[in-house]
């Protein structure tokens, strides 16, 4: 089961396939390497636990990383594991919030846990979380700086332009919120389209930057926005066949949320955002937007209250292909649903994920699964709050609390990645989804 510490967050869903699914997981997961012969398999850091650990979370817990802690080690893991059992059965981590029981499933980059590997970590540390033979330990995965581009493999080279914050940003100790706006000049000759983009804060501000937007402000007028950096947030790269346009003359418009490091140190920023350029003679045959949906900023959330719950709608003009679905709230926040309504009122769920404001996660859908939402369609988000003790993010749980920019305040929309499809365009899509799912049932 899962412990007893599950605060009220943690879901009934979970605590049954723990309980009923667990045993039986357990059970598989704990089932001999290739012809070793194990009676009682007993699970073992070396054999059963080091590789999950590897693969799911030591790109932050390392030496040097974001994590409080490394993860590398048995000793360090033996002495955080009741915590750790903690944090994955009620999947605190890895950061990755989709709910898998609704909605469509199917996306990149996904680090979660599955219920097996949970069900390994959890029965490894009830067990008494045993070394096991030293020998039998998985390689550490080797990982680039801090500083550098996580894309740069990915892309197979560093960014096609870069460009930073005009001055450095120093962040005093013990200080408030800052939300700065600076403005750098592209120095772009030609217009561009965007394939690929990773904001950077600065070694030393990686600790301080909560938050950086940029927007483009096109030489004659007009522009947009362009990405959004917060904790946990890493690059972007656009889905293939799409692109969005950066124009010859730009200029950038950063919006960052600083506030003071919880090592009591100050800190210098210099973030800085990489951008990777599709080939020059190269056009993209969709053009990516990613916009705020279904913004509800008549917030109204009472003092002490738990559970409330707001709702924002955004009507389509056309039809668009949604490739990205990513929760925005602030502190209070706890989940967010995002559904479509049909014009002949059919309703239907596209995914639900639990929030924590230190995170912001773009659950990118892969291509096969990409919701196609038709014109005249409306798309509805649900947000869900608990702005009493329960939720340690809340501040004076005796205040009201409502729509505003500080972290403070709250707010309610999603951020979509998207791309318009015709009428035609639209229908082969639907037409070539019926065929697959056809082809896949028989
Ligand atoms: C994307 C980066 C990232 C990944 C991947 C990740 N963690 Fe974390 N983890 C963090 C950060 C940052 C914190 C501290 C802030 C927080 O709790 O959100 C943290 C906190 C924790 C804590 C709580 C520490 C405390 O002081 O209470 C535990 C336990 C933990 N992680 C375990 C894991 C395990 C186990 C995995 C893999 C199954 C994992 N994490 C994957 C970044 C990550």
Redesign the pocket.
């Known amino acids: 089961m899962v412990n007893s510490t599950s605060s009220t967050h943690s879901k009934p869903w979970y605590s049954y396939s723990l309980g009923v699914l667990g045993a039986f997981l357990v059970i598989l997961s704990a089932a001999p390497a290739l012809g070793q012969q194990t009676s009682g398999a007993t699970l073992t850091f070396a054999d059963h636990v080091a590789p999950?650990?590897y693969d799911?979370?030591?790109?932050?817990?390392r030496p040097d990383?974001?994590?409080?802690?490394s993860?590398i080690d048995y000793a360090t893991?033996r002495a955080?594991a009741p915590?750790?059992k903690?944090?994955?059965a009620n999947r605190?981590?890895?950061?990755?919030f989709i709910d898998k029981t609704v909605g469509v499933q199917g996306f990149e980059d996904d680090?979660s846990?599955t219920d097996a590997?949970i069900a390994t970590?959890v029965s490894w540390v009830d067990t008494g979380a045993a070394q096991g033979s030293m020998v039998n330990l998985p390689s550490v995965p080797f990982f680039e700086d801090n500083v550098a581009w996580t894309l740069e493999d990915e892309m197979g080279r560093p960014p096609d332009l870069i460009i930073p914050i005009p001055d450095p940003f120093n962040v005093p100790a013990g200080g408030p919120n800052w939300w700065m706006t600076f403005y750098s000049d592209t120095g772009l000759t030609e217009d561009r389209w965007i394939k690929a983009f990773e904001t950077k804060p600065s070694a030393d501000g990686f600790p301080v930057v909560h938050h950086a937007v940029t927007s483009m402000e096109f030489p004659e007028g007009g522009g947009g926005f362009l990405s959004e950096y917060a904790?946990?947030k890493?690059a972007d790269i656009n889905p293939p066949g799409t692109g969005q346009l950066i124009k010859a003359g730009t200029r950038l418009n950063w919006n960052i949320h600083y506030a003071s490091s919880p090592d009591g140190l100050d800190h210098t920023d210099r973030t800085r955002l990489g951008l990777w350029f599709l080939p020059i003679d190269e056009e993209p045959e969709n053009i990516l937007v990613r916009s705020h949906m279904a913004d509800n900023e008549d917030l109204d959330l009472p003092g002490g209250e738990e559970t409330i719950r707001t709702d924002g709608y955004e009507f389509m003009t056309r039809n668009i292909r949604i490739t990205t679905f990513q929760p925005h709230l602030h502190n209070l926040g706890t989940r967010q649903c995002l559904e479509v309504i049909y014009q002949d009122n059919r309703r239907q769920t596209l995914s639900c994920a639990d929030w924590?404001f230190?995170?912001h996660i773009a659950y990118n859908y892969v291509e096969e699964v990409q919701p196609l939402i038709p014109k005249g369609s409306m798309l509805h988000v649900t947000s869900w709050y608990n702005n009493s003790n329960s939720n340690p993010w809340a501040g004076d749980s005796r205040n009201w609390v409502g729509f505003g920019q500080r972290s403070t305040d709250d707010m309610s929309f999603s951020w979509i990645s998207w791309y318009e499809l015709s009428d035609e365009e639209y229908t082969a899509a639907v037409e070539e989804r019926r065929a697959r799912s056809i082809a896949g049932s028989d």
């Open positions: 999950i650990i799911k979370c030591v790109e932050c817990h990383s974001i994590a409080p802690m993860l893991v955080w915590i750790i903690d944090r994955v605190k981590m890895p950061p990755y680090r846990l590997e970590i904790l946990g890493t924590d230190g995170w």
